[in-house]
């Protein structure tokens, strides 16, 4: 019901904006994350924006150069990208939960044990970002 999409190959210093859609699910009712997973390395949360207010968390990794939004009336939340870095690329997937707790967990430092991937309700299928040297 989630999909990302949007990514591709960039080189070093570009930049790309992920979209994340839904079929049969208001994204403007959940609280959205962007995660990723590099070839080798766990899943990372990047970004997420919460339901109730809008509020954006970013990883200490995207800071700076990732952007969270969402448009309710495309049913949309995207992620733009730039500066980007040869370490960022991973496969990137979306996720919709009503617990804005479960994606703040894998964000944010000392906010609490993280919790399972599985408590979250809706995951994307994921989009390749490769960015070259």
């Known amino acids: 019901q989630l999909q990302a999409y949007g990514g591709g190959l960039v080189q070093t210093g570009g930049s790309l904006r992920l979209s994340c859609t839904a079929s049969?699910?208001?994204?403007?009712?959940?609280?959205i994350g962007w995660f990723r997973q590099a070839p080798g390395k766990e899943r990372e949360g990047v970004s997420c924006i919460a339901s109730s207010d809008g509020a954006t968390y970013y990883a200490k990794s995207a800071k700076g150069r990732f952007t969270i939004s969402r448009d309710n009336v495309k049913n949309t939340v995207y992620l733009e990208m730039s500066s980007l870095k040869p370490e960022d690329t991973a496969v990137y997937y979306c996720?919709?939960?009503?617990?804005?707790?479960?994606?703040?967990?894998?964000?944010?430092?000392?906010?609490?044990?993280?919790?399972?991937?599985?408590?979250?309700?809706?995951w994307g299928q994921g989009t390749l970002v490769t960015v070259s040297a």
């Open positions: 049969g699910l208001m994204l403007g009712e959940y609280n």
């Open positions: 996720a919709a939960t009503k617990i804005v707790y479960y994606l703040l967990t894998h964000i944010l430092p000392d906010v609490g044990k993280k919790t399972n991937y599985d408590d979250v309700e809706y």
